[in-house]
């Protein structure tokens, strides 16, 4: 399918970004997002002071990516396969289900202060903090390679942007999930281990999805394309740019703008 039958009339793409992205661009992509959730548990590991200073501005940059990514690039697109009201709903219904699962079932991680975890209250025992953050993140990253895989099948270029949402927020990921672990009590080589093993879902999810969605018709790849958006949209606005902005440092703006701008250059570049 053309990338550029599929975009705003008087819209042109290059002919290097039309049809779904070969296999080869897909394994790649499955080892990025595996490779930035395993970045972000090697730097607690190693540069835990560090890691935990600037977690903030490194968060603020992927908000800006996810929530610009998914207005410029996902739901656009998904508009184009199903109208803009279709495709809206669908964006809702996404946006809606992560924040009920998250505000009921999963105890929400806060990555702020000087040590991996802030001291903040839950309806969970403390030891159970962890598991249910690393369950809930599994769950997110099924969802993650998912978008990505359907973004690949849609064509390379909105593959990649996908893909680029993706890996951005994983090493964030990866220092939430080893400080959860940390908080409940678990020892810091097994958190290590746990989280490795959870940065092999989205990979996982991804190569099955995109040779699975091959093929599939327009409208059910509009619909995924759609929840991906919603759910970037609400990671990206209402978990990460909180704490992107929660201890009030300019640098934490200037990375949030820098991510949305990079999500314009692309979309700009893809005309």
């Not at 296999?23 to 990025?32: D, I, K, Q, V, Y």
Request: charged share 10%; aromatic share 6%.
């Amino acid at each position: 399918m053309s990338i550029g039958a599929t975009l705003a009339a008087g819209e042109v793409v290059g002919e290097a970004a039309s049809g779904a992205a070969p296999p080869a661009a897909a394994t790649g992509f499955a080892l990025l997002t595996a490779l930035g959730m395993l970045i972000g548990v090697w730097t607690v590991r190693r540069f835990e002071p560090w890691a935990i200073k600037h977690t903030a501005e490194l968060i603020a940059f992927a908000a800006g990516l996810l929530v610009c990514g998914a207005l410029l690039h996902l739901l656009p697109r998904s508009a184009e396969l199903l109208g803009p009201e279709l495709s809206l709903t669908w964006a809702l219904v996404a946006f809606v289900g992560f924040y009920l699962v998250e505000a009921h079932f999963i105890p929400h991680v806060h990555a702020r202060g000087e040590s991996p975890l802030d001291e903040h209250h839950h309806d969970h025992p403390t030891q159970t903090v962890g598991p249910l953050v690393v369950g809930g993140l599994a769950i997110h990253s099924i969802v993650d390679g998912v978008s990505v895989g359907a973004g690949l099948t849609a064509g390379a270029v909105i593959g990649s942007v996908t893909a680029l949402l993706v890996i951005a927020h994983k090493l964030p990921v990866g220092i939430a999930a080893m400080s959860a672990l940390y908080h409940s009590g678990v020892s810091g080589q097994r958190a290590a281990l746990v989280t490795s093993a959870l940065a092999m879902v989205t990979p996982l999810a991804l190569l099955v999805s995109y040779f699975t969605f091959r093929g599939i018709s327009d409208q059910l790849l509009g619909i995924l394309l759609s929840l991906a958006g919603g759910s970037f949209l609400y990671v990206g606005a209402a978990d990460l740019l909180p704490e992107g902005q929660a201890l009030g440092r300019p640098t934490n703006t200037l990375m949030f703008v820098l991510g949305s701008l990079l999500m314009v250059a692309i979309k700009l570049a893809a005309h």
